[in-house]
C-alpha cells in the first residue's frame, strides 16, 4: 500500500462492513486516509517489516480490499487482518489473499505463528480463517479495551 492508495482506503474503511466488523477508524476524508496510510500502514513496514497489502484484481489492478499482518499490543504473536470491498464478497478472493500472507509470513518472514481475530458476529470472516488453516482459540476473547472477540491461532 501507498500513499496513493488513500481515496481507495477512504472509501474501504467507511463501508457499513468495515465499520461494522473492524470499526471505526475516524477516517472522514482521502486526506485522513492518506495520514492513516503513513501513520500506521507505512509506519508498521518501516518498524515491523510486515503491514497491510493492497488486494487487487490481477486482471485489471483494480483495488479491492485490503489484508496482511498487524502487530497488537495485546496478542503475543502478529494478526492476521483482511476486508474486502462488499462488492467482491463470496468469490473467494479474501482466502486466496490470506493464505498468500500466511505463505508470506512463513517463507520470507520466518513467522511461525499467526493470530487472527474476529467481532462475534463475523462469521464469514470465521470460515476464511478455517479455510486458511486458523482454528478457533477462544470464542469470547476480552480485549484490554473491553472488546469481546473470536480469537484464531495458526
Known amino acids: 500500500m501507498t500513499l496513493d492508495d488513500a481515496g481507495f482506503l477512504f472509501r474501504q474503511l467507511t463501508q457499513p462492513s468495515w465499520l461494522q466488523y473492524i470499526g471505526d477508524r475516524g ?3 482521502p486526506e485522513d486516509a492518506r495520514r492513516y496510510i503513513e501513520s500506521k500502514t507505512l509506519e508498521q513496514y ?6 497491510m497489502n493492497l488486494v487487487q484484481l490481477r486482471s485489471t489492478g483494480e483495488p479491492i480490499g485490503v489484508c496482511g ?3 497488537r499490543e495485546y496478542l503475543p504473536h502478529p494478526d492476521l487482518g483482511f476486508a474486502l470491498l462488499e462488492d467482491y464478497w463470496g468469490r473467494g478472493y479474501a482466502a486466496e489473499a490470506a493464505a498468500a500472507v500466511v505463505e508470506h509470513a512463513r517463507r520470507v518472514l520466518g513467522i511461525r505463528h499467526l493470530m487472527a481475530i474476529t467481532t462475534t458476529t463475523n462469521d ?3 470460515r476464511v480463517l478455517a479455510r486458511t488453516g486458523f482454528r478457533l482459540e477462544n470464542d469470547a476473547y476480552l480485549t484490554p479495551a473491553g472488546e469481546i472477540l473470536k480469537l484464531y491461532l495458526l
Open 27 to 29: 477516517v472522514t476524508s
Open 46 to 51: 518501516r518498524t515491523l517489516g510486515y503491514g
Open 69 to 71: 499482518l498487524v502487530r
Open 124 to 126: 464469514r470472516s470465521g
